[in-house]
Each structure stands twice: as C-alpha cells, then as structure tokens.
Nanobody, 120 residues
Framework: QVDVVESGGGLVQPGGSLRLTCAAY????????MGWYRQAPGKERELVAS???????NYADSVKGRFTISRAKAKNTVILQMYSLRPEDTAVYYC??????????????WGQGTQVTVSS
C-alpha cells in the first residue's frame, strides 16, 4: 500500500516562511504527479501547487510568486516552499500523490494533512 506523509506545518507570523515536505512511500514506481491542496474552515479544498514527474508545475493564482513546488532528490518526494505568508494562507495543507495505471499501486492517494497557521 502507499502511505503519503506530510511534514513541516506550524505557526508563522505574516510575512514569514514555511517549508512543507511530502513523501509517498510503498510503490516501486515513480509518481505521475504530486500536489499540495489546502482547506480552510468553511471552504472547499483547493489546489495550491502541483508538479509532474517531468517537472511541469502549476500554481493557484493566489500563491504565484510566493510559493514554489519542487521535487526532492529522494524518490516520490516534493517540497512546497512558502514565502510572504498571509493570514489567508491559513489552512490544513494536504498532499496528493498520483500513481500511473501500470504501477503496483495505481491511483490517487492523500496524506493526513498538516496545519499551517499564519497569525501575529
């Protein structure tokens, strides 16, 4: 089975930075894509940023220029570097890993989520 493990959330002041790491364990195959989503209280889950196995990235308009998603050297691991954080970035951040249909564990997997709070 695949386990998606997130780390790096916490409390930060407005204007500060945080780095989130996500790793997908259990498959011998490389992911199609991995992405970070977030869900604030009373709101729907939304895409923050994603990256494909080929390195193509996609960002929500609200985070462009402030957040960067990248692949780590470790297999099936991505990093979300967040700068210039704002109170409206406060949410639970979830990582998603998508494995190809030919892999040992095809499909979409979610992590448990990590809380990011931006407050003074």
């Amino acid at each position: 089975q695949v386990d998606v493990v997130e780390s790096g959330g916490g409390l930060v002041q407005p204007g500060g930075s945080l780095r989130l790491t996500c790793a997908a364990y259990g498959s011998i195959f490389t992911i199609n894509a991995m992405g970070w989503y977030r869900q604030a209280p009373g709101k729907e889950r939304e895409l923050v940023a994603s990256i494909t196995s080929g390195g193509v990235t996609n960002y929500a308009d609200s985070v462009k220029g402030r957040f960067t998603i990248s692949r780590a050297k470790a297999k099936n691991t991505v990093i979300l570097q967040m700068y210039s954080l704002r109170p409206e970035d406060t949410a639970v951040y979830y990582c998603n890993a998508d494995f190809p249909g030919y892999s040992d564990y095809p499909g979409n997997y979610w992590g448990q989520g990590t809380q990011v709070t931006v407050s003074s």
